[in-house]
């Protein structure tokens, strides 16, 4: 930065660009868009969970005030229209394709969950939508719903074809290897484990504005979306087949969403489709109880887990065996999450030689199981934590010296893993060390006995954790079964007067982008921050990118416009040579200020900048006029975050509510551009987590209802919820991008369920309670504290 100016580069807290204009309620969502003459469409969701549509009446209906058109799913058929995709298809363990059955827009003959579109009512108002809606006679012939994770492969075919309600049957690893480690065993261990389903619930719900110009020929979509571009890719390309020239996809202000945005629903197809078929704009917003049967939810996974250990207890061998519930239809990244984002992390931060896992994706009568904040990371963190604790409580030691005795040594790195990821770089000791010491866990027998003394029970919980993000080469990805490239683009643009314009692929949606990158402007360009201005969310106006989720918006979103920095001071540089008479070589780039090398002779950057407009400045045989460049980044190799987070609990047993008291952890995200923006993003993934681990739960009963389905029956953590939260952070810098930096978006919500859970656990073993599934609720917690004084009765 040039001398006397504030520090808004690398490194900085610079407070948030972005809050004052939602502060003061400037913000733009897409509910806040609308056209002239639009109509509202209404959606009439199925009431039951697996049924024949015998008939669909809508006669009453279309006579219905204010009423515009009904579209159903003949509509859909007639049309040829196409359904959401799959973005990434693993291959079965035999080398075979996966099952992925159509997933049309509008239910047609058959509905698999409740909540499976019916039909789409379009009217004046919404209000008018919605009574129409109520005289639609649909007549089902209803089947038996098939909700129960264990039994469904044995159940009835959901889909035609599709053998034991099986999507996939997925391996990774080498499972002779991890077999001869258990037959050489000393001890073995085994750990059943359930992670629960959750729903996303971002602050803002899924919304959409589509408009058919009839004149031009041309769509637009206003969309709740992470991922625009991609939004336009599925829905022009494999939906409705609309030339990419011809649609263009917005996505303004989003409020939040935690991977339940990234996808294409079949509400934003219907909206865009009917904008034409009609000749009128389309609306719709979700409100909560739609959000909660159609937006995909996350997590749903049961596994077996097997530990070898040596007679020094070491680790030797480990395999998992997954079912994983991915709903009644597949989503975007159903299939990856629990296999190349799972199945890769298994080995943690630990030296495990062989390891060995099978994951069999299962259809079931629910709404569709997606990313969730993390995206399979949690879960394959979730297994090993709870793993790891229960394993050095059988072979006796304490759980961090058992984790200690098992970390990748630090001169292990680069570190190839037993499941195809090899970490570049990483440290995990002084993490583990310095979390310890944050939360005095060497006087931690000491609390627990004080709360003893006051009829409460203290545990405290450990969780070491890894996650790959940064979301990773292309070329890897493809040959895994990815269907899309994962680069990123970035275009910086300088105007004459040297304000800049980054353009973007990525997409903020809470997560402090046009300040982040603003802050990676200043510091190699030297400019102040308000000169800066992120532009991202329209397709019409960024580069193809990929959009924002697993942690890749700095690390790959960011190295791209470092790249494109790089090529304006480059090209800068010839400008200012020429201007100064000095050769290329000779001219150094340094807060701001191009000059000659070893001379006080220099020109500023807003100078150049200028100058690269007017010809006869800058060697124009050499150079294009203007100041913008694009760049795209293909990563090298995912980026790997890691950290120790350790909570303490105070359990009251004779209401069963359990209290988190205290909560510390160390991270590893390697650089970090703004210290506040990170630590902001590590509370929200701690809340999540908090939230799995201790309240949410998407429930069904044996009728494919969803139980939770409001805000009555599905409860959130609030902040009264926490303690102070204290974070620190240690640094190894990735060695594989530009900025050094690894991502830290969803490491909380990895690294938090398993701490919490081990904590409970631990409070509660003094009482005889071994294990405890999420989320701990106080009803759980009573019970398991009853059934163990029981036990230990007889």
């Known amino acids: 930065m040039p001398e006397g100016t504030v520090n808004q580069g690398i490194g900085a807290s610079v407070r948030r660009k972005e809050d004052k204009r939602f502060l003061i309620g400037k913000g733009n969502y897409t509910d806040d868009i609308n056209r002239a003459g639009q109509l509202h469409v209404y959606f009439l969701r199925s009431p039951v969970a697996f049924a024949d549509i015998v008939s669909i009446d809508k006669q009453k209906a279309e006579k219905a005030s204010g009423v515009a058109a009904i579209l159903t799913g003949e509509d859909v058929a007639a049309d040829g229209l196409g359904g959401p995709i799959c973005g990434w298809a693993p291959t ?14 509008l239910a047609n003959g058959r509905v698999r969950y409740v909540g499976d579109h019916v039909a789409a009512v379009f009217a004046e108002t919404l209000e008018q939508a919605m009574s129409a809606a109520e005289l639609i006679d649909v007549t089902y012939s209803e089947m038996p719903a098939i909700t129960d994770l264990k039994s469904a492969m044995n159940s ?15 391996e990774l690893g080498d499972e002779a290897a991890t077999e001869d480690a258990f037959a050489k065993a000393a001890t073995i261990v085994n750990v059943d484990i359930r992670n629960n389903r959750v729903i996303p619930n971002a602050m803002e719900p899924r919304a959409a504005v589509a408009d058919f ?16 571009q991609l939004t336009r890719l599925v829905i022009g390309a494999f939906m409705l087949n609309i030339p990419k020239s011809k649609f263009r996809v917005v996505a303004p202000d989003v409020g939040g969403g935690f991977g339940s945005k990234i996808y294409v629903y079949p509400e934003e197809a219907v909206c865009v489709w009917a904008s034409k078929k009609l000749g009128r704009a389309v609306k719709w917003t979700a409100d909560r109880t739609q959000a909660f049967l159609g937006d995909a939810h996350g997590r749903d996974h049961i596994s077996e887990v097997k530990l070898a250990l040596d007679k020094n207890n070491r680790i030797t061998g480990l395999r998992v065996d997954t079912l994983a519930n991915l709903g009644a239809y597949l989503s975007a990244f159903a299939m990856v999450t629990p296999t190349y984002l799972h199945g890769t992390l298994l080995s943690g931060v630990y030296d495990i030689p062989a390891i060995y896992t099978n994951v069999k994706g299962i259809c079931t009568n629910t709404v569709n199981v997606d990313a969730y904040r993390g995206a399979g990371r949690p879960e394959a963190t979730y297994l090993l934590e709870r793993t790891m604790d229960v394993a050095a409580k059988q072979v006796g030691m304490d759980p961090a010296e058992f984790r200690r005795l098992n970390f990748i040594p630090k001169d292990a790195f680069p570190y190839q893993t037993a499941v195809a990821l090899q970490y570049d770089v990483g440290d995990y000791e002084p993490l583990l060390d310095r979390a310890m010491a944050m939360i005095d866990y060497k006087n931690f027998e000491d609390r627990r006995a004080a709360s003893a003394k006051n ?11 890894i996650e790959a993000c940064g979301i990773a080469p292309s070329a ?6 990815g269907r899309v490239g994962l680069y990123e683009s970035a275009v910086v643009r300088v105007d004459p007067t040297g304000t800049i314009s980054v353009l973007t692929g990525t997409h903020s949606h809470g997560q402090g982008h046009d300040t982040t990158f603003a802050q990676l402007v200043c510091d190699k360009l030297g400019v102040d921050i308000e000169a800066v201005e992120i532009v991202h969310g329209d397709s019409d106006r960024t580069a193809f990118g990929m959009g924002t989720y697993g942690s890749r918006s700095l690390a790959v979103g960011g190295t791209a416009i470092s790249k494109a920095l790089d090529k304006v001071i480059a090209k800068g540089k010839i400008i200012a040579a020429h201007m100064l008479e000095a050769a290329d070589a000779d001219i150094e780039f340094k807060d701001g200020k191009f000059t000659v ?33 694009t760049s795209f980044y293909d990563p090298l190799n995912f980026t790997y975050p890691s950290g120790t987070h350790i909570a303490e609990v105070e359990i009251d047993p004779a209401t069963g509510v359990v209290e988190l008291v205290d909560w510390v952890c160390c991270d590893d995200f390697g650089n970090l551009i703004n210290p506040m923006v990170v630590e902001g993003q590590v509370h929200g993934g701690i809340a999540q987590g908090v939230g799995q681990a201790l309240y949410e739960e998407a429930a069904y009963n044996d009728n494919g209802q969803l139980l939770s389905a409001s805000y009555m029956d599905y409860c959130m953590p609030r902040a009264d919820h926490f303690p102070t939260m204290k974070v620190e952070n240690l640094v190894t810098a990735c060695t594989h991008n530009d900025l050094g930096v690894k991502g830290c978006g969803e490491a909380g919500a990895i690294a938090s369920p398993p701490a919490v859970i081990n904590a409970v656990v631990d409070a509660l073993s003094p009482l005889g309670v071994t294990d405890i599934t999420m989320p701990a609720t106080p009803q759980k917690v009573w019970q398991a504290i009853q059934a163990a004084q029981t036990k230990a009765a007889e």
């Open 92 to 105: 079965n363990k035999d080398g075979s394709a996966p099952s992925e059955p159509p997933h049309p827009i």
């Open 156 to 170: 009835p075919q959901i889909h035609d074809g599709m053998e034991n309600n099986t999507y996939f049957d997925w």
């Open 213 to 228: 110009d009839t004149g031009d020929g041309r769509y637009t979509l206003f969309t709740t979306s992470q991922n625009p």
């Open 455 to 465: 009829g409460k029970c203290r545990g405290i919980g450990i969780s070491t954790y």
């Open 476 to 481: 890897v990805v493809g040959a895994l079964g």
């Open 597 to 629: 090398t070893g001379t006080d002779r220099g020109k500023s950057f807003g100078e150049i900048a200028l100058s690269a407009y007017v010809p006869h400045n800058f060697p124009h045989d050499r150079l294009e006029p203007g100041l913008e460049e």
